[in-house]
């Protein structure tokens, strides 16, 4: 298949799944915290922030094409900055984080670092973990407006959002110049597939022990 074709055909596969991950309908079923309790999930956010900054660094010296290292090299100092946003904003907050440390790799991080090939870490990575970010987030700012913070929101909308995007887009175009073979594009579809699956799994079993579906990507 066209790689354009292949990559415009998985992007609408994904479509439906995402959505119903970042549907903002999940608000209405929510029991909005405090403003107090977004502590927690900014915590999380810095979790996820942190663990994919490692991971695009991780896969930066494992591929051999210029293009997708500097994006990848890109992507780590955009998760890093955000890090640092959310790190400031929690001590605009009052919160420390001088017990924060480094999650240990979950069951997708761990799916993810076992990915061999660039185009398997294009399709997991910048198209399928950024679309799903953004999506995520979109919810998450607005849950931070119903609770009342809008500072909160805003970073995210001014800031954030504009990254992941970027990142997500980045990825479509490269995945239209590398998943030109059967093997590549069975291979991007395998790792799509498997990294929305995990994510879904995760995201609910988080859902519950947090208290509600809107909590933030990466």
Not at 1 to 18: G, I, P, T
Not at 22 to 28: C, K, N, P, Q
Not at 34 to 53: C, K, Q
Not at 131 to 158: I, P, S
Request: glycine residues 4%.
């Amino acid at each position: 298949m066209d790689s354009k074709a292949f990559v415009e055909e998985l992007a609408a596969a994904n479509q439906a799944l995402l959505d119903e991950l970042g549907d903002v309908r999940a608000l209405a079923d929510s029991h909005p915290q405090p403003r107090d309790g977004l502590a927690t999930l900014l915590r999380v956010a810095l979790a996820n922030e942190i663990s994919v900054a490692e991971l695009a660094a991780r896969w930066m010296p494992t591929v051999a094409d210029w293009d997708i290292k500097i994006a990848l090299a890109q992507q780590a100092g955009d998760e890093a900055r955000h890090f640092i946003l959310l790190e400031k904003r929690l001590a605009t907050l009052g919160i420390s984080l001088a017990d924060f440390a480094p999650p240990a790799e979950n069951k997708l991080f761990a799916y993810l670092n076992s990915l061999e090939t660039p185009v398997e870490k294009i399709a997991a990575g910048q198209f399928t973990l950024e679309a799903l970010a953004y999506k995520v987030n979109d919810a998450f700012l607005r849950y931070c407006e119903l609770v009342g913070d809008k500072e909160t929101a805003q970073l995210y909308r001014n800031f954030i959002q504009p990254d992941e995007l970027f990142h997500h887009q980045l990825g479509r175009r490269l995945l239209e110049k590398h998943a030109r073979s059967d093997d590549d594009q069975r291979r991007a579809r395998q790792a799509v597939t498997k990294t929305l699956a995990v994510a879904r799994e995760l995201r609910a079993a988080a859902a519950q022990k947090l208290g509600t579906a809107c909590f933030p990507g990466c």
